[in-house]
């Protein structure tokens, strides 16, 4: 992923709050889907910005996630996935449903970098 942001202009914090958010989705998908279907990871670069769609297939939840996730006590164990994503990125947003799986939206606006042409949506170019 790092790779294909890199060849697209996409470096420094920008990328690497990006890739932070990523790997939080992952691990929350990895770790709550409950599913052994795979895990789909979308990418796509526009002008001014990139942003990543992950959706499991696993059992979901019904209760809407927090608005404004805050980080637990530094001692606590768990819940610092959805306030750490929310912090590195400028777009994210979370849908879910009993049964059918989980999507996670997470993107941040590209400031001063080249990026694509457009929105990929051929599969050999998401990541």
Same mark, same amino acid.
């Given at each position: 992923?790092?790779?294909?942001?890199?060849?697209?202009?996409?470096?420094?914090?920008?990328?690497?709050?990006?890739?932070?958010?990523?790997?939080?989705?992952?691990?929350?998908?990895?770790?709550?889907?409950?599913?052994?279907?795979?895990?789909?990871?979308?990418?796509?670069?526009? %002008?001014?910005?990139?942003?990543? +769609?992950?959706?499991?297939?696993?059992? @979901?939840?019904? &209760?809407? $996630?927090?608005?404004?996730?805050?980080?637990?006590?530094?001692?606590?164990?768990?819940?610092?996935?959805?306030?750490?994503?929310?912090?590195?990125?400028?777009?994210?947003?979370?849908?879910?449903?009993?049964?059918?799986?989980?999507?996670? %939206?997470?993107?941040?606006?590209? +400031?001063?970098?080249?990026?694509?042409? @457009?929105?990929? &949506?051929? $599969?050999?170019?998401?990541?």
């Amino acid at each position: 992923m790092a790779d294909f942001a890199r060849t697209h202009g996409i470096a420094g914090d920008t990328l690497n709050h990006f890739l932070s958010a990523l790997g939080e989705a992952l691990a929350n998908a990895i770790e709550h889907a409950r599913s052994e279907k795979p895990i789909e990871i979308e990418v796509r670069i526009a %002008l001014d910005r990139i942003v990543a +769609t992950i959706r499991d297939r696993g059992v @979901g939840f019904a &209760s809407e $996630p927090p608005a404004n996730p805050v980080l637990p006590e530094p001692n606590a164990e768990r819940g610092r996935g959805l306030p750490i994503m929310r912090r590195c990125c400028d777009i994210f947003s979370i849908e879910s449903s009993p049964g059918h799986g989980t999507s996670v %939206l997470i993107g941040c606006r590209l +400031t001063g970098t080249a990026g694509s042409a @457009g929105a990929f &949506s051929d $599969p050999h170019h998401a990541a």
